[in-house]
Structures are given as structure tokens and as C-alpha cells.
């Protein structure tokens, strides 16, 4: 089946840990997308990616790196240097960066404590 | 400057209901696209559907019916009959297709569907 993975669902950190979550698609598409959504809130793009080797800081990039070394993996990890990391956080892929449907993963819920 | 507005916060309907969830959004392109996703309890969200700007007929698929305006700038989603599986977060997205990324999500509106 196609589609876009996560892993893992849930996720507990201590503070002042780097931690990586896991996005994986096998829909061939080119674009690919991290969110963020707090409780009650709509979605914020962290980062996005339009092709292999590259990507953009989205509206809240700081304290987020990401990677695009392979067109069907695009790992988030979410650095110490991020003050509220607790959110859930959505990755999603499209065939194409302009005027296409995105297609989102289960998401990972993360909590710092 | 783009922008897509959701007015309902929350909206709760008995089972059996028509509900109308609205959309506004605000684009200076002429071509662009919009979307409505559903978000359940589960978290995911699920692509309904997509419209480009030069294509105003109205959709119905089975329950779901989407009525998209240019003269008002709304792409407005109305279930019929109502069930509780519809209960979930209900996003409108606009997408412009020149110039930089775009996309960009309303902040939703939470359907309750009540038994």
C-alpha cells in the first residue's frame, strides 16, 4: 500500500536532548512537508522539501533541521535549541511543491519533559 | 496579501443534520488551488478535496458537497445527513501556483456530530 509512515507514534525526551523523527513515503512524490500542531491549533510549516538535496525553512524553523539525502525519506529532528518541542508533528508529501493535495502521515507526538 | 479564514471555531450538529462549514480565503493570483482536509481524533489528516481557481462547479461526492464561489471568494463544504463518524477537525488549504511556496492552511473548524 502506498502511503507516508512515522515513526515512532509517541515519543518522550528529556530536556537538552536532540531527538530525530522519522518520515517515510513510498508515493513516488517529490515534495515533502513537516508540521507542527499544538493543541487546538491549526498546522505550521517547519520545513519543506521541492526535490532530493534540498529544502526551506518554513514559518518556524528555528530549533529544527532537517535532511532530504534520499526522495522517499525526509527525518525531522528537533534540536535543544527548540524552547517548546511538546506538539505533535505532522509529515506530509505531494507530488509536487505548487497547486497539489499533500498527502500526511499518522504524525508523531512528542513530549519534553 | 493570502490568507484562508475559518470563522467557525466549532460547530455541533445532531446525527442526521445538513452542516455547512465555510471558507473565505484572500489571493492577488489568478490561478490557484484550494483544498479541504479532515482531521479525526486519530490525528491524520485525510485529503478530501482539491479545486483550481478556473473551475467553479460545484462537487458532490456521496455526502459531501463543495460549493466554491469566486464572486465571494469562498470554497464553502456542506455534509448532508450527518453521521457521527463526520466528527472531526475540517481545515480549508490555499495553494498559489506562481512565485514562492504557498500553502497555506485556515485554522479549522471542530465538527461534533452528536447521537
Known amino acids: 500500500d502506498g502511503g507516508i509512515t512515522q515513526s515512532p507514534k509517541y515519543l518522550f525526551r528529556k530536556e537538552g536532548q536532540n531527538v530525530t523523527l522519522s518520515c517515510e513515503q513510498n508515493l513516488n512524490h517529490d515534495a515533502m512537508y513537516w508540521y507542527r500542531q499544538d493543541p487546538g491549533q491549526g498546522l505550521r510549516l517547519i520545513y519543506y522539501s521541492q526535490i532530493v538535496n534540498d529544502f526551506q525553512k518554513g514559518d518556524i524553523a528555528e530549533g529544527y533541521s532537517v535532511s532530504r539525502e534520499k526522495k522517499e525519506s525526509f527525518p525531522l529532528t528537533v534540536t535543544s535549541a527548540q524552547k517548546n518541542p511538546t506538539a505533535f508533528y505532522l509529515c506530509a508529501s505531494s507530488r509536487d511543491i505548487m497547486g497539489y493535495e499533500q498527502y500526511f502521515g499518522p504524525g508523531t507526538r512528542l513530549t519534553v519533559t | 496579501a493570502q490568507k484562508v479564514t475559518q470563522a467557525q471555531t466549532e460547530i455541533s450538529v445532531v446525527e442526521k443534520e445538513d452542516v455547512t462549514l465555510d471558507c473565505v480565503y484572500e489571493t492577488r493570483d489568478t490561478t490557484y488551488y484550494l483544498f479541504w482536509y479532515k482531521q479525526p481524533p486519530s490525528g491524520e489528516l485525510v485529503f478530501l478535496i482539491r479545486r483550481n481557481s478556473f473551475d467553479e462547479q460545484n462537487e458532490i461526492s456521496g455526502r459531501y458537497s463543495w460549493n466554491f464561489q469566486k464572486s465571494t471568494s469562498s470554497f464553502n463544504f456542506t455534509i448532508t445527513a450527518s453521521q457521527v463518524v463526520d466528527s472531526a477537525v475540517y481545515f480549508c488549504?490555499?495553494?498559489?501556483?506562481?512565485?514562492?511556496?504557498?500553502?497555506?492552511f485556515g485554522t479549522g473548524t471542530r465538527l461534533k456530530v452528536l447521537a
Open positions: 488549504a490555499l495553494s498559489e501556483a506562481s512565485g514562492t511556496y504557498k500553502y497555506i
